[in-house]
């Protein structure tokens, strides 16, 4: 990815959509906007940092990098 951040999880603005869809009633992730990024082959697209909701105590890293990676296409 070399347009990401390391350590952060980075999704486009599809899969955010679906994510917050899917979180409705009970947050498990939090969305921060980190705007419109050049992407290679697709141009600029808005994208977002996924960040685990506070109090989930739960580490959500590889359910959102799926969640993303499924949600990009």
């Known amino acids: 990815e070399s ?3 390391p350590g952060r999880i980075q999704c ?6 679906l994510l917050s869809k ?3 009633g009970q ?3 939090q ?3 980190r705007g419109k990024v050049e992407v290679k082959g697709r141009g ?3 994208t977002f940092f996924l960040n ?3 109090g989930s105590g739960q580490d959500h890293d590889s359910d959102a990098a799926t969640a993303c990676a499924t ?3």
């Not at 486009?12 to 959509?17: F, G, I, K, L, S």
């Open 22 to 24: 899917e979180g409705q």
């Open 31 to 33: 969305l921060e906007e």
């Open 12 to 17: 486009t603005e599809r899969a955010a959509e």
């Open 71 to 73: 949600g990009a296409a």
């Open 3 to 5: 347009t990401g951040v």
């Open 52 to 54: 685990p909701s506070p």
């Open 44 to 46: 600029p697209m808005t």
């Open 27 to 29: 947050a498990e992730f």
